[in-house]
């Protein structure tokens, strides 16, 4: 969304209803109510409510779901985003014991892996994407987020109070580390090589199109689509040597799911971040709703077209 889209004062309008009705729910409610409360919330203030027809139609158009199939996906969808607006107002109080009792690893040992041996882990945008950060901060690692700058974003005048809270209550929990804006582009790779060096973890978020078409740009499929992604952290994890992971986090029946694979850097970045969609394509089909992305899936281009 730009800052000249007459859409925006609404969308963001809602957005801050939302998160103020979250906040008092949040509070308000035990926490085995949540689920519940997040369809609830989400039903009435999610500014999404308004991208309806978009996102239903990605469900159909590139999971062949039909209508009726695509209805229930949405409201999970819907769901999760209610569930993210409580949950940030909950950074504060999640612990150990919160991780054991509401996330379930997919694979534990590569987790172990990833405390011991550091890293870059590649996620997606689940709505959950900065819990994603707490979790590997719980379970034993130093974390460093990678991120677009906050305040470049458009929504930012609207929401700046509520982004600043979200930052700094998942950077609570990433274990001594920290987020780290692309608009300060040098401080950034000098201080992810080193991180990477050192055995530290990089959380880095790339399933977003950011276009070009030259030579050497990482153009990689994704569900008949085409999509060229950012590649700096991959290559310079590549370049340091560090393994590589893709992990998504997403709500399942009222717990979370935290979803690891380890990806083989045995090839060039684009390679791995066609692995890293592959991962992506396989968590969406068995559970639509993970994905923020549908929002944006029509904006990318068909496989097929012309380059």
């Avoid at 769901?79 to 509401?102: I, M, N, P």
């Avoid at 580390?177 to 000098?190: A, K």
Wanted: glycine share 10%.
């Amino acid at each position: 969304m730009s800052g000249d889209d007459p859409a925006l004062p609404q969308f963001a309008g809602d957005y801050r209803r939302l998160l103020g009705a979250a906040e008092w729910a949040e509070r308000l409610l035990p926490e085995a109510l949540h689920p519940i409360a997040a369809r609830w919330l989400a039903e009435r203030w999610s500014p999404y409510l308004a991208r309806r027809q978009t996102i239903v139609s990605a469900f159909t158009g590139a999971l062949g779901l039909d209508e009726s199939g695509a209805r229930v996906v949405w409201q999970q969808w819907l769901q999760s985003h209610g569930l993210f607006a409580l949950t940030v107002f909950r950074y504060g109080r999640l612990s150990r014991r919160w991780l054991d009792e509401q996330v379930s690893v997919s694979d534990p040992a590569l987790l172990s892996r990833v405390v011991r041996d550091g890293g870059l882990v590649m996620t997606y945008h689940t709505h959950h994407h900065n819990t994603l950060g707490c979790v590997l901060g719980l379970s034993g690692c130093h974390i460093t987020g990678l991120a677009e700058s906050p305040a470049k974003s458009p929504l930012y005048p609207f929401l700046g109070e509520y982004v600043e809270r979200i930052n700094r209550g998942s950077a609570s929990h990433f274990g001594g580390g920290d987020y780290l804006f692309t608009d300060q582009i040098r401080t950034l790779v000098q201080t992810t090589r080193r991180l990477l060096q050192e055995g530290k973890v990089i959380v880095s978020l790339s399933d977003f199109d950011q276009g070009g078409s030259s030579p050497g740009a990482a153009v990689c499929r994704f569900l008949g689509r085409r999509i060229c992604p950012p590649a700096g952290a991959v290559e310079m994890a590549l370049a340091a040597g560090a393994p590589i992971y893709s992990a998504a986090m997403f709500p399942v029946r009222g717990r979370f799911v935290f979803d690891i694979r380890e990806i083989s850097t045995r090839k060039d970045a684009r390679e791995v971040l066609q692995q890293y969609f592959f991962h992506l394509e396989s968590v969406v089909r068995t559970h639509p709703w993970a994905w923020q992305g549908w929002d944006w899936y029509h904006a990318l281009p068909l496989e097929n077209a012309d380059a």
